[in-house]
């Protein structure tokens, strides 16, 4: 795409359309790999309300690729369990895997206008790479032969035509740029619907996740609780049969039923409310993520009900899985084929996120009465059966594994039997470095990583000499040598409790190598340097790549 015939100003790398925290996320990372963007959104500034409110284990990671994890972590609350009750019966007390050496908990909470602070505060760590235009909306969007022109509205009315090589939709649920090009989202909208409420109440309960079914505070309602940072709890409570969505968000109406659980469950100190809202459970998502140069990421690409809390954090996954394709194609290392992996994966987990949500959403709100006869029957029997508690579980969000054969047709290094395998996430692991760096995840969000799992072999002259420790190009690999004895250096850690080596299933001389966004593309039982370069140089070049795979359409 050339330089603007009247002005002469060079396209724009990335437009992105939306300043959420998928957006502010996205440039932050494209901003790592060196990759210029400039975002627009419609609001003036962060938005209002906790809206999405628990970040997992993974979007944690994602965020500390840019530095955002920190302000996250020692502004948020970790939990790692709940407890639902069968009106003032508690039915299920759950935990989620974690363990006293992982690098984040498995979810923390904090209202989602922090996420976006923090992201956004992100960009400033790579100066020039990342503007935002506040109070700015798209109101037509063009694909052109190469490239995409976006005409937007600024506050006042002045209009302007924004020229960029791609362009990223990270404009929500209610996409203008979804609707510019004609595309709509299908699958399934379920009938129940929920009122949200932030209140701000001094409480000393634990951060748990809270659910109660049928509660005598509210018969015939399901009420969930979170904890948030600056004692505000986030009450949601579901809408009962023949009541108006738009009249039960009236503060006359939601007030006294807040009060009614606070009464009920003792939480005794005065209270205010600061935010009122609803919302619906919707199984939707478009059939391709990508359209030509225009590209849709988060809620502009699928929506997901908040059971499980998926909707956020499949955002983040998205742009941890698009930004450094992106960068590689802008870069001039890969084909745009590239980007045609990034909608199949992330339809992918599109389809698994969907496959769980629509589960735990026909728990929580029984879209017709053979459901609710199910979920009455479950609770009944929780109380005096453990057995029968698990179908409670509301299975939180997790990193999903991709199929080996969708990370590229014929790569070697793809028939290991041990775990993990080509598409798994790649294991956290605690080891000892020369740096701050404690967690194998660390050195992942950059370039390749080729985990070289050795006591005694040195790493060929010919792979160190193209390996670089502390460079953040996306296009290249680094090897990290992992022992388990000696000393760490600059190339060298050391698994010091033996994490890594299990965690991965290595012997001597195992070799997997990384993707930029932590997941396993090849290893090999015996180090195959020569198969190692193959893999890389095809998957820089584009001649790997699987077949599209789309979402099917109906009902999800």
């Given at each position: 795409?050339?330089?603007?015939?009247?002005?002469?100003?060079?396209?724009?790398?990335?437009?992105?359309?939306?300043?959420?925290?998928?957006?502010?996320?996205?440039?932050?990372?494209?901003?790592?790999?060196?990759?210029?963007?400039?975002?627009?959104?419609?609001?003036?500034?962060?938005?209002q309300g906790s809206r999405a409110i628990c970040i997992s284990r993974r979007s944690q990671e994602v965020l500390a690729w840019v530095g955002a994890d920190r302000p996250l972590n020692a502004k948020g609350l970790p939990w790692t369990g709940g407890r639902s009750y069968?009106?003032?019966?508690?039915?299920?007390?759950?935990?989620?895997?974690?363990?006293?050496?992982?690098?984040?908990?498995?979810?923390?909470?904090?209202?989602?206008?922090?996420?976006?602070?923090?992201?956004?505060?992100?960009?400033?760590?790579?100066?020039?790479?990342?503007?935002?235009?506040?109070?700015?909306?798209?109101?037509?969007t063009r694909p052109t032969a190469d490239g995409v022109e976006v005409d937007v509205e600024a506050a006042g009315g002045h209009r302007e035509t924004l020229r960029a090589q791609w362009v990223v939709a990270c404009d929500?649920?209610?996409?203008?740029?979804?609707?510019?090009?004609?595309?709509?989202?299908?699958?399934?909208?379920?009938?129940?619907?929920?009122?949200?409420?932030?209140?701000?109440?001094?409480?000393?309960?634990?951060?748990?996740?809270?659910?109660?079914?049928?509660?005598?505070?509210?018969?015939?309602?399901?009420?969930?609780?979170?904890?948030?940072?600056?004692?505000?709890?986030?009450?949601?409570?579901?809408?009962?049969?023949?009541?108006?969505?738009?009249?039960?968000?009236?503060?006359?109406?939601v007030l006294p039923r807040v009060q009614s659980h606070l009464d009920m469950i003792g939480e005794t100190a005065p209270w205010k409310p600061l935010w009122i809202s609803a919302y619906g459970a919707k199984c939707l998502s478009l059939r391709s993520y990508r359209h030509g140069r225009v590209l849709f990421a988060g809620d502009a690409a699928h929506l997901v009900p908040i059971f499980g809390v998926r909707g956020l954090n499949s955002g983040l996954d998205d742009v941890g899985n698009l930004a450094w394709k992106l960068a590689l194609v802008i870069g001039g290392a890969s084909r745009d084929d590239l980007l045609d992996t990034y909608s199949t994966e992330r339809l992918y987990a599109t389809e698994e996120n969907i496959a769980y949500a629509a589960k735990s959403t026909e728990f929580m709100?029984?879209?017709?009465?053979?459901?609710?006869?199910?979920?009455?029957?479950?609770?009944?029997?929780?109380?005096?059966?453990?057995?029968?508690?698990s179908l409670i579980n509301p299975r939180q969000s997790s990193q999903c594994s991709y199929p080996a054969a969708m990370l590229g047709a014929g790569l070697p290094g793809g028939d290991r039997s041990a775990s993990p395998r080509p598409g798994d996430p790649a294991p956290e692991a605690r080891v000892r470095t020369t740096d701050e760096r404690t967690h194998l995840t660390q050195y992942f969000g950059g370039g390749f990583i080729a985990l070289y799992f050795t006591d005694d072999r040195p790493v060929p002259d010919s792979i160190a000499l193209r390996a670089s420790a502390s460079t953040q190009d996306v296009a290249t690999m680094t090897v990290v040598r992992i022992a388990r004895k000696g000393i760490p250096d600059a190339t060298t850690v050391v698994d010091f409790i033996g994490e890594a080596w299990q965690r991965y299933g290595a012997h001597e001389g195992t070799l997997c190598?990384?993707?930029?966004?932590?997941y396993v593309l090849a290893c090999w039982d015996q180090p195959d340097w020569q198969a190692l370069s193959s893999v890389l140089r095809r998957i820089l070049t584009g001649q790997a790549l699987p077949q599209p795979r789309l979402l099917v359409g109906g009902d999800a």
């Open positions: 795409m050339g330089p603007d015939p009247q002005t002469g100003a060079p396209p724009l790398p990335v437009l992105i359309v939306g300043g959420g925290p998928v957006g502010l996320t996205l440039g932050a990372l494209l901003a790592r790999h060196g990759i210029a963007s400039h975002i627009i959104e419609a609001d003036e500034a962060y938005c069968f009106r003032n019966q508690e039915v299920l007390h759950f935990r989620m895997p974690t363990e006293p050496t992982e690098r984040f908990a498995p979810m923390v909470n904090i209202q989602q206008y922090f996420v976006e602070e923090y992201a956004h505060q992100a960009q400033d760590r790579f100066p020039g790479k990342c503007s935002v235009s506040w109070s700015t909306r798209a109101v037509a929500g649920a209610r996409s203008a740029v979804r609707d510019h090009l004609g595309l709509s989202l299908e699958g399934t909208q379920y009938e129940g619907r929920y009122v949200i409420v932030d209140i701000e109440q001094e409480s000393s309960r634990a951060v748990e996740r809270l659910a109660w079914f049928d509660p005598p505070s509210n018969p015939g309602s399901t009420v969930l609780m979170h904890r948030q940072p600056d004692n505000v709890w986030r009450v949601d409570y579901q809408i009962r049969d023949g009541e108006d969505p738009a009249e039960a968000v009236r503060p006359e109406l709100a029984p879209p017709n009465f053979a459901f609710e006869l199910m979920r009455q029957a479950t609770l009944r029997l929780a109380s005096v059966d453990p057995r029968v508690r190598l990384i993707r930029p966004d932590g």
